[in-house]
């Protein structure tokens, strides 16, 4: 018999080795409901995943109460044990990689870091719809590894952004693929498609199941953050519905439509004196009845609160909570509906039944996700494991992004590519080129490795030296003489100058255009004294004004990399020593200083000839650019033609013919008029002969624009309608082919929001050529 001390000592360790083990099985436990091995959840119908999902989440929500109802309508919804159904975060990010950002996100366990893609204004670049629909394919799955690892505690991810990048002053214009409506809408429709598991064309989720969960936001017209006393939390964005339609809508409608998005993100700012989470127009009419939209619609973290407590809209709180949810908004990131909904159902400014409605889509979406048909792990996604997170697969895949997003701006003298053998000495000058965070951009997560654009280059020129140049990149004191010492004595000089967050992020918009501090200054001191030409690196999400160095000489060449993500260091040396031929063209016009006496403030898109305003962004600003959109050199030369076009008359006969009310006597036909058939048989198919003319390989971009030959304000001056990619040979050519529908290419809208075909003619663009097309109306 064995002594009763030893014996209780080890039951005592026996115990608590069985409390750790639950412990650390329920810490990697990813959160599901419906648990197969309990008894009373088991019987419930909507545990049944043989059942249509309309008829299980109907079965859930008759079985709550009204207060656990109301837990439900925020982003950290709490457990229902009675229920078996488990906790929900649906607050996690995942913009360019698995973020850290967000409430649902743990690097605390097996898995610390997540593959960091570039910053969407670069990946935007490539102009390559395959590739950003493969990085959202790998960011999917990567996220689906980290919840199965129980390190996530929710598979809906709030991105992408899809606003346009209206004014360059926004400090969250790098979040977005640019300024172009139809390119960001495709982007929008890659990203939705890859992260949520559907194929590149769309369609393969016919039975609703998704890997993820992706969210358009910012819905609508949110395109300002902090600008002088401007905030956007209570910024009224007046927005004419001509600009509505053809800028601001776009992107959102494709992400629905074409993307099929499980979710939209309301905006916190005020369109036309309505709050967009309190806009039953926009969230259920145009969205949910116009666009077909099946999913549920969040409010930006605290946007009902701030109905109330910063808008004045909402008198008190429980009429910001009706507002919202008689809206159509589904849940609440923060946690005003779970303070206030239960009032305002006393108060009989909510129905039960708005609170159903809600919960039907957040409960359908769970479903979809398959957490609540017991154990994901178990099911379909349940194989993705951590061997995906940060897989040789993902970081390649970072690093083709980088290298065909980073744009070629100027190159004098073929000063590029470097010679490797040549090259013996570098002097890299740059407060931020010794810098691996600043490579990530916002939203960013923890990068799989970490390294600086200085080490990338040490990789192929051991004798590099290095000096920051400013004290911060707000360069408010530079040490010129020192950074000059060492430019003089290297075979050749890299400055890597530019913005970070500090200067354009969230909450911050820029107040100037040009580069801050004495950047500039810094810049001219080391030109003019370095023995041979200088590189100019950009590091920047928004645009800047570098006339400057655009004219100086003694500037042979200048890139923009954006925020490169993990693999930028890497993707720079490459191009710099000619192991890749840059191809990446640029999603932003670049304005320049003048531009800042515009106001940010300003929504219109169209210039106003008689009071001088310019406009905003390729399609219809008729000012200075220092960059125009879709810009980029390359280490060769590519040469276009227009191969056929098949049809160049297209006749939209129709009694509803309009005599245009704006400045000027085009005569339009409304595209509502037009038959299915009559668009169907007017579109163009046209075939572009592309061609490297030069001496090296390349992938490059072509464009294909449109342009009307009225100079009317509100006519755009051009209009992308198409963009492929070829990869190239030396000497060799090839045929692209575009298919051109004019009743979705050819449009405008009028001032009163409604798309039209305007009478004339009209001009294929690609590159210098140009190519007739004639409308009859």
Known sequence: MGHPITDQVVTFIFFIFICMLFISTESTQPPFSCDSSNPVTISFPFCNATLPIPQRVNDLVSRLKLEEKILQL???????????????????????????????????????????????????????????????????????????????????????????????????????????????????????????GDSFEGGKLQDGHLQASACCKHFIAQDLDNWYNFSRYTFDARVMKQDLADSYEPPFKSCVEQGKASSLMCAYNLVNGIPNCANFDLLTKIAREQWGFQGYIVSDCDAVAIMHTHQGYAKEPEDAVAATLRAGMDVNCGSYLKSYTKSAVEKQKVKESDIDRALHNLFSIRMRLGLFNGDPRKLEYGDISSVEVCSQQHRALALEAARNGIVLLKNSAKLLPLSKIKTTSLAVIGPKANDSEVLLGNYEGYPCKNVTLLQGLQEYVKNTMYHPGCNFVNCTSAAIDEAVDIAKKADCVVLIMGLDQTLEREKLDRTELGLPGMQESLITEITQAASKSVILVLMCGGPVDVSFAKDNQNIGAILWVGYPGEGGATALAEILFGEHNPGGRLPVTWYPKEFNKISMTDMRMRPLSSTGYPGRTYRFYNGPKVFEFGYGLSYTAYSYAFASVNQDKLHFKNPKVNKATENGSVLNIAVSEVASEVCNNAMITVKVAVKNQGERAGRHPVLLFLRHSSSMDEVPRKTLIGFKSVNLEAGESTHIAFDVKPCEHFTRANRYGSLVIDEGKYFLLVGDEEYPVTVFV
């Open 74 to 196: 925020v982003n950290a919804a709490p457990e229902i044990p009675r229920l078996g159904i488990s906790a929900y975060e649906w607050w996690s990010e995942g913009l360019h990689g698995v973020s850290r950002h967000g409430k649902g996100t743990l690097f605390n366990g097996t898995i610390k870091a997540a593959t960091m893609f570039p910053q969407i204004i670069l990946t935007a670049s490539t102009f390559d719809e395959n590739l950003w629909y493969r990085i959202a394919q790998a960011i999917g799955k990567e996220a689906r590894a980290v919840y199965n690892a129980g390190q996530l505690k929710g598979m809906t991810l709030w991105a992408p952004n899809i606003n346009i990048f209206r004014d360059p002053r926004w400090g969250r214009g790098q979040e977005t693929p640019g300024e172009d409506p139809m390119m960001v809408g495709k982007y929008g429709v890659a990203y939705v498609r890859g992260l949520q």
